[in-house]
């Protein structure tokens, strides 16, 4: 196998986490409730953290919001982003009340002084900023000297942005380039790319659905992490932010980037089968949710793929015949379980293997 050749990029960081240069690439999501709820926000952000995510990003449209998120971040164990969007008061803040980064256009808080207000707020606070750049917010200059949102344009956006902070002596930022159209958001992240070694926050933006949108995401980010492009990713989904977390993961585990629970390889079935893989399938999924350590198995209905399957995975079951099924372990047939027995002993197998993993002191990432 061909392994990807990663940009080298500077590196940052979000509060304790390292954005860019040679640190894994992280895994974003962000809440959907009122910042105002604090209850309902730190659930969500809590559910994030269980679910793996390394950066959470939290909406600040207005004056209570950032009053709320001092508590906040004080709460949550993941670095905290702060959204803004035109106002630079609701950054400083963002800034004064904990949050590790903030997401910004400092082409859209106004003047050049204000500019300097933000960014000695992030100078005094160890904040890091994203400057974020969105093929639907394109500010009016782009497009009338681009005629229309286009790659071009979000590139000449994003280091126009960055020169600002460059120029006012600030070098702790990330970029992003997005577009809900995956052609144009890759095309301005690989221009990007070609001309800057900052860390790149990757995204389609506005992906849709959790179906559409995952599909949408993992051809556009898939792509460019393929290209060796990205330093941190966020998929955009009209779902449960959960879900964008797992998602994330399970691009960056195909991918062989980032290894983060349990990966399973399995067999769509078909008449051969020896037990029902797809059920097993789901129920071992949601039994083996909560574990973070990088384990593999395959689930594979027959003899035809199994034993091959079971020789690249930790823990293997193959279907056979009698309602006895073959067990592998590290790629050796081991011994047979019987049908109705499978997936509890499956799941011992797989917490014996995690136990001896915590034990051995195995880094995961």
Do not use: W
């Given at each position: 196998?061909?392994?990807?050749?990663?940009?080298?990029?500077?590196?940052i960081?979000?509060?304790?986490?390292?954005v860019?240069?040679d640190?894994?690439?992280?895994?974003?999501?962000?809440?959907?409730?009122l910042?105002t709820?604090?209850?309902?926000?730190?659930?969500?952000?809590?559910?994030?953290?269980?679910?793996?995510?390394?950066?959470?990003?939290?909406?600040?449209?207005?004056?209570?919001?950032?009053?709320?998120?001092?508590?906040?971040?004080?709460?949550?164990?993941?670095?905290?982003?702060?959204?803004?969007?035109?106002?630079?008061?609701?950054?400083?803040?963002?800034?004064?009340?904990?949050?590790?980064?903030?997401?910004?256009?400092?082409?859209?808080i106004?003047?050049?002084?204000?500019?300097?207000?933000?960014i000695?707020?992030?100078?005094?606070?160890?904040?890091?900023?994203?400057?974020?750049?969105?093929?639907?917010?394109?500010?009016?200059?782009?497009?009338?000297?681009f005629?229309?949102?286009?790659?071009?344009a979000?590139?000449a956006?994003?280091?126009?942005?960055?020169?600002?902070?460059?120029?006012?002596?600030f070098?702790?930022?990330?970029?992003?380039?997005k577009?809900?159209d995956?052609?144009?958001?890759?095309?301005?992240?690989?221009?990007l790319?070609?001309?800057?070694?900052?860390?790149?926050?990757?995204?389609?933006?506005?992906?849709g659905?959790?179906?559409?949108?995952?599909?949408?995401?993992?051809i556009?980010?898939?792509?460019?992490?393929?290209?060796g492009?990205?330093?941190?990713?966020?998929?955009?989904?009209?779902?449960?932010?959960?879900?964008?977390?797992?998602?994330?993961?399970e691009?960056?585990?195909?991918?062989?980037?980032?290894?983060?629970?349990?990966?399973?390889?399995?067999?769509?079935?078909?008449?051969?089968q020896?037990?029902?893989?797809?059920?097993?399938?789901?129920?071992?999924?949601?039994?083996?949710?909560?574990?973070?350590?990088?384990?593999?198995i395959?689930?594979?209905?027959?003899?035809?793929?199994?034993?091959?399957?079971?020789?690249?995975?930790?823990i293997?079951?193959?279907?056979?015949?009698?309602?006895?099924?073959?067990?592998?372990?590290?790629?050796?047939?081991?011994?047979?379980?019987?049908?109705?027995?499978?997936?509890?002993?499956?799941?011992?197998?797989?917490e014996?293997?995690?136990?001896?993993?915590?034990?051995?002191s195995?880094?995961?990432?």
């Open positions: 196998m061909s392994e990807i050749s990663r940009k080298k990029t500077k590196k960081f979000v509060g304790n986490v390292p860019g240069g640190s894994f690439i992280s895994v974003q999501s962000m809440t959907n409730t910042t709820d604090i209850k309902s926000t730190l659930k969500q952000i809590r559910d994030l953290e269980d679910a793996g995510a390394d950066i959470v990003r939290v909406s600040c449209p207005d004056k209570d919001s950032t009053e709320s998120l001092n508590q906040i971040v004080k709460s949550a164990k993941v670095p905290i982003v702060a959204d803004i969007h035109f106002h630079y008061k609701r950054a400083i803040e963002a800034a004064e009340a904990g949050a590790a980064c903030l997401r910004i256009n400092p082409g859209n106004g003047s050049n002084e204000r500019v300097k207000e933000v000695k707020a992030a100078k005094d606070n160890n904040c890091a900023i994203r400057i974020g750049v969105n093929a639907g917010s394109l500010e009016k200059k782009y497009l009338e000297k005629g229309e949102p286009k790659p071009e979000m590139v956006s994003a280091l126009d942005h960055a020169a600002i902070l460059e120029d006012n002596d070098f702790n930022f990330k970029i992003s380039v577009a809900s995956v052609f144009m958001a890759m095309m301005a992240y690989q221009k790319s070609e001309v800057c070694d900052y860390p790149l926050h990757l995204g389609i933006t506005e992906a659905g959790s179906q559409s949108g995952t599909v949408k995401s993992s556009g980010i898939g792509q460019m992490l393929l290209q492009i990205g330093d941190t990713i966020r998929v955009s989904l009209s779902a449960n932010p959960v879900e964008e977390v797992k998602v994330g993961f691009i960056l585990r195909s991918l062989d980037i980032r290894h983060k629970g349990v990966r399973i390889v399995s067999c769509p079935s078909c008449a051969r020896g037990f029902d893989v797809i059920k097993t399938v789901q129920v071992l999924e949601k039994r083996l949710a909560h574990i973070s350590e990088p384990v593999s395959s689930i594979i209905g027959c003899v035809v793929n199994g034993p091959g399957e079971a020789k690249m995975t930790d293997g079951l193959t279907g056979g015949g009698n309602d006895t099924h073959k067990i592998y372990i590290s790629g050796v047939a081991d011994h047979n379980v019987d049908d109705n027995k499978k997936v509890d002993h499956l799941v011992e197998l797989i014996k293997k995690v136990s001896d993993l915590r034990s051995k195995i880094v995961v990432d």
